[in-house]
Structures are given as C-alpha cells and as structure tokens.
C-alpha cells in the first residue's frame, strides 16, 4: 500500500449478517496502512458475519452506534451482506452516524449490499456509484447514477459490487481516506 493512514480513525458499520470478507479484508488493509479501526454497531458484544453460504465469524463491538460520534472518525466503510444493511437502514441512529459522514464530507466506503443504507440517508443523489447489480433500480430511483464497474469513486465515496472487488475496493478506500474531506461530498443543506 503506497498510502499512508497514520492518525486516521476509521469507523466501520455494521450488525449481524455482515458479508464476512467484506468487513475483514478492509479492516485489516487499513490497519496495515496505519489507520485505527472501531466496529460500531446496532448492538453490543459481538456481531456474527455470513461466510458466503453460511454463518461465519463474529467480531467484537468496540462502540454502540447511539454512543458513537462522527465527529471522532476521519472516515466511514460499510461493509454489506444482504441482512446487515438491510437492518442498519432501519435503524434511525445508524442512518443518522452514515449521513453525518457526508454532512461533514468524509470519506466513505461502501461495498455489495452497503448502498441500501446510503440511499436511506438521502445521500447518493447526484453520485455515481456501483453496487450489488440488484442494487441497481435502488440506486437509480434515489437520484444516484449506476454503472457496473469494480469500484467507483465519486468525490470521497468509494463503492464496489461484490467480493472478487475488495482488493480494487481496498485500494481506492486507503487513497481516498488518506486524502481525508471532500468539500463537493457534503449533502444539500
């Protein structure tokens, strides 16, 4: 990895059902480029992650997402899974924390299924961005453009479809994070 994330806290959302290389294979990229990483989450303990075809491994809660603050994090990864996302867009504070990343033009990185969660903060208006391909509909009616590609970075927000992306994915969300705010990610007032 040619950048460098030294001094730079990642959160990272996300409840049971998590697609488990995709909140793995990211935490561990940033990590080796330096960056701090907190699970946040809808719920304490541990989340279980979804291996594919089956339940995988769980993962600790570092913070409760009503207890955690945007402000503390210099950037956001969601990771998906059918079932994660689809609970945490249910989930007033969860969509409160995403939409405070892009209030403040954070960088954010969303992979697979995450943009559910995206298009529940009223975010992806304007953006293009890619996406699970049965995101796609989802995605066009918020106001984002679709396009299937391994990643797309569209001023600080860095999307991918699915897992054979994450090291495409991994790639543009340590550069991204690195460059730190993005003034045109900023949402509408």
């Given at each position: 990895m040619t950048m460098q994330l030294d001094g730079i806290k990642v959160a990272i959302l996300a409840t049971d059902g998590f697609e488990q290389s995709e909140l793995f294979e990211p935490?561990?990229?940033?990590?080796?480029?330096?960056?701090?990483?907190?699970?946040?989450?809808?719920?304490?303990?541990?989340?279980?992650?979804?291996?594919?075809?089956?339940?995988?491994?769980?993962?600790?809660?570092?913070?409760?997402?009503?207890?955690a603050d945007a402000q503390n994090y210099d950037a956001l990864l969601l990771?998906?899974?059918?079932?994660?996302?689809?609970?945490?867009?249910?989930?007033?504070?969860?969509?409160?924390?995403?939409?405070?990343?892009?209030?403040?033009?954070?960088?954010?990185?969303?992979?697979?299924?995450?943009?559910?969660?995206?298009?529940?903060?009223?975010?992806?208006?304007?953006?293009?961005?890619?996406?699970?391909?049965?995101?796609?509909?989802?995605?066009?009616?918020?106001?984002?453009k679709w396009v299937d590609r391994e990643v797309v970075t569209d001023n600080g927000l860095v999307t991918s479809r699915y897992p054979d992306d994450i090291p495409a994915f991994n790639k543009k969300i340590i550069e991204e994070f690195a460059e730190g705010m993005h003034k045109r990610q900023k949402t509408a007032a």
């Open positions: 935490k561990k990229a940033l990590e080796q480029a330096g960056a701090e990483t907190h699970v946040i989450s809808i719920k304490s303990g541990e989340i279980k992650g979804w291996n594919e075809n089956d339940w995988g491994d769980s993962i600790e809660v570092d913070v409760m997402v009503g207890e990771p998906g899974g059918v079932m994660n996302p689809d609970k945490l867009r249910t989930d007033e504070k969860a969509v409160n924390f995403v939409k405070s990343f892009f209030d403040e033009g954070k960088p954010v990185g969303a992979i697979c299924h995450a943009p559910w969660t995206l298009i529940e903060a009223d975010v992806v208006k304007g953006k293009t961005v890619t996406s699970w391909a049965s995101l796609k509909t989802d995605l066009e009616n918020a106001g984002a």
